[in-house]
């Protein structure tokens, strides 16, 4: 009975709630790549660009990524991870809504950056989530079965872009990403609780910034970071 207990106090969250609130919007944030990619030779017909110029433009999706793995986890902390997710959430059906209304190879960059911003920032909140409720076996659990949501999204994204293939109605394919992705916002902001930050957020920025930027002197973090990349560089 008292190990009942203190597991129940260690662990206050249930684990399938929380694991579920944390996979889905990074499952949705990811399918636009897979949306798109079904209409590039339809995307280069309309804007008069080549196939290598809608490629850049779903590359471009990725560059947040890059960018906020580094040092998004802990401006996310600082935030809080609930309002972290609902903004990047956010962030990335605005994204869409873009990407619909894009007249030019411009515009489709511009828009999938935004929708990679939103993705970076809630691929980063996923673990982010996960580490701050969750602990041993459920912990281990949650991660492991979070990791697939790259393939998952993208997967996703296909399965979404086949019944507007045919018509090659790419705007409204787009749109209704958009529409999911509004409602995991509505998910996260009934179903997510508030999760305490580390308190980090008391610190001085440059003492933030110098704590995230110290992964860059943990070897095996680095390792594991390339080992994650690679495969998915094979993959694009």
Same mark, same amino acid.
């Given at each position: 009975?008292?190990?009942?207990?203190?597991?129940?106090?260690?662990?206050?969250?249930?684990?399938?709630?929380?694991?579920?609130?944390?996979?889905?919007?990074?499952?949705?944030?990811?399918?636009?790549?897979?949306?798109?990619?079904?209409?590039?030779?339809?995307?280069?017909?309309?804007?008069?660009?080549?196939?290598?110029?809608?490629?850049?433009?779903?590359?471009?999706?990725?560059?947040?990524? #890059? *960018? @906020? =793995?580094?040092?998004?986890?802990?401006?996310?902390?600082?935030?809080? %991870?609930?309002?972290? &997710?609902?903004?990047? /959430?956010?962030?990335?059906?605005?994204?869409?809504?873009?990407?619909?209304?894009?007249?030019?190879?411009?515009?489709?960059?511009?828009?999938?950056?935004?929708?990679?911003?939103?993705?970076?920032?809630?691929?980063?909140?996923?673990?982010?989530?996960?580490?701050?409720?969750?602990?041993?076996?459920?912990?281990?659990?949650?991660?492991?079965?979070?990791?697939?949501?790259?393939?998952?999204?993208?997967?996703?994204?296909?399965?979404?872009?086949?019944?507007?293939?045919?018509?090659?109605?790419?705007?409204? #394919? *787009? @749109? =209704?990403?958009?529409?999911?992705?509004?409602?995991?916002?509505?998910? %996260?902001?009934?179903? &997510?609780?508030?999760? /305490?930050?580390?308190?980090?957020?008391?610190?001085?920025?440059?003492?933030?910034?110098?704590?995230?930027?110290?992964?860059?002197?943990?070897?095996?973090?680095?390792?594991?970071?390339?080992?994650?990349?690679?495969?998915?560089?094979?993959?694009?």
């Amino acid at each position: 009975l008292c190990c009942v207990k203190q597991r129940a106090a260690t662990q206050p969250y249930n684990t399938l709630k929380i694991t579920a609130l944390a996979y889905a919007p990074a499952v949705v944030a990811m399918m636009p790549i897979g949306v798109l990619v079904p209409f590039i030779d339809r995307l280069s017909s309309e804007f008069g660009a080549g196939r290598a110029q809608i490629g850049i433009a779903i590359a471009l999706f990725s560059i947040p990524s #890059a *960018v @906020l =793995a580094t040092v998004g986890g802990g401006f996310i902390d600082s935030y809080g %991870l609930r309002r972290s &997710m609902l903004l990047a /959430a956010c962030i990335s059906a605005a994204g869409s809504l873009l990407a619909s209304r894009s007249h030019s190879v411009l515009e489709l960059d511009g828009s999938m950056l935004v929708a990679g911003l939103g993705f970076g920032a809630l691929c980063v909140g996923l673990p982010c989530v996960i580490m701050a409720t969750l602990h041993d076996g459920a912990r281990i659990r949650a991660l492991s079965f979070a990791s697939t949501f790259a393939p998952t999204g993208y997967a996703a994204g296909l399965l979404l872009a086949v019944p507007f293939t045919t018509s090659g109605a790419w705007r409204l #394919a *787009v @749109l =209704a990403h958009g529409a999911l992705m509004t409602v995991v916002i509505f998910a %996260l902001a009934i179903g &997510m609780p508030r999760i /305490a930050s580390s308190g980090r957020s008391s610190q001085a920025l440059v003492r933030r910034v110098a704590d995230m930027l110290s992964i860059f002197r943990e070897p095996r973090a680095l390792r594991l970071g390339i080992a994650v990349a690679l495969p998915n560089a094979l993959s694009y």
